[in-house]
């Protein structure tokens, strides 16, 4: 069964950092570029970050750029998402996906673009 799996959330103060973990089961992520996408209440899930099959191409969005970091561990089947300098405005529930194809796109992750998903793993910034 293909399943991906997020981890790494909770709660943390503005200005701090955390890691989430997008861990494969049921087939390699290997081959495919991997996205994290992120839907606060209320509001459209957005493209986040992508990374290529290999990990020499990544896409961040503007919001981000900076103070995210999307890494890949091939040997561990498992993509990564750095969230560093945290604002309130970043508080959603995170999903890392799987892309069809090994590269990433030349914009920004689009959902419509990524046929597998993991259930996800909230991220709360707040004091």
């Known amino acids: 069964q293909l399943q991906l799996v997020e981890s790494g959330g909770g709660l943390v103060q503005p200005g701090g950092s955390l890691r989430l973990s997008c861990a494969a089961s049921g087939f390699s992520l290997n081959y495919y570029a991997v996205g994290w996408f992120r839907q606060a209440t209320g509001k459209e899930r957005e493209g986040v970050a992508c990374i290529s099959s290999s990990g020499d191409t990544t896409i961040d969005a503007a919001s981000v750029k900076g103070r995210f970091t999307i890494s890949r561990d091939n040997s561990k089947n498992t993509v990564y998402l750095q969230m560093n300098s945290l604002r309130s405005e970043d508080t959603a529930v995170y999903f890392c996906?799987?892309?069809?194809?090994?590269?990433?796109?030349?914009?920004?992750?689009?959902?419509?673009?990524?046929?597998?998903w993991g259930q996800g793993t909230q991220v709360t910034v707040s004091s």
């Open positions: 996906a799987r892309r069809a194809f090994n590269a990433c796109s030349l914009y920004v992750p689009r959902a419509t673009e990524y046929p597998y």
